[in-house]
Nanobody
Framework: VQLQASGGGLVQAGGSLRLSCAAS????????MAWFRQAPGKERAFVVR???????AYADSAKGRFTISRDNGNNTVYLQMNSLKPEDTAVYYC????????????WGQGTLVTVSS
């Protein structure tokens, strides 16, 4: 599986962005897809995931502001980010793992989100 993330950019605080992650491979629908982020000087952190059945789990920092969705027909997962804050500034990575795997195996290249105050 190859992942290609896009949609990052510069936005003012309170604004919105939608990230996309396009995946190759025929078994996309069977994978758990997730977004992580890495802020400057910090470790990579989990943001949100969605499983093959559409069930989601969010980090506290993302609850109520971010929404993950997937389009299995187009092998794409999305991250809608609203009410962005300067502390959301980070490189955002999409990741994938087969159901039952403990670790995310496939990673995209990252897309930079910068939120200005």
């Amino acid at each position: 599986v190859q992942l290609q993330a896009s949609g990052g950019g510069l936005v003012q605080a309170g604004g919105s962005l939608r990230l996309s992650c396009a995946a190759s491979g025929r078994t996309f629908s069977n994978y758990i897809m997730a977004w992580f982020r890495q802020a400057p000087g910090k470790e990579r952190a989990f943001v949100v995931r969605i499983d093959s059945g559409g069930r989601t789990a969010y980090a506290d920092s993302a609850k109520g502001r971010f929404t993950i969705s997937r389009d299995n027909g187009n092998n794409t997962v999305y991250l809608q980010m609203n009410s962005l804050k300067p502390e959301d500034t980070a490189v955002y990575y999409c990741a994938a793992k087969p159901s039952g795997s403990s670790a995310y195996i496939y990673w995209g290249q990252g897309t930079l989100v910068t939120v200005s105050s």
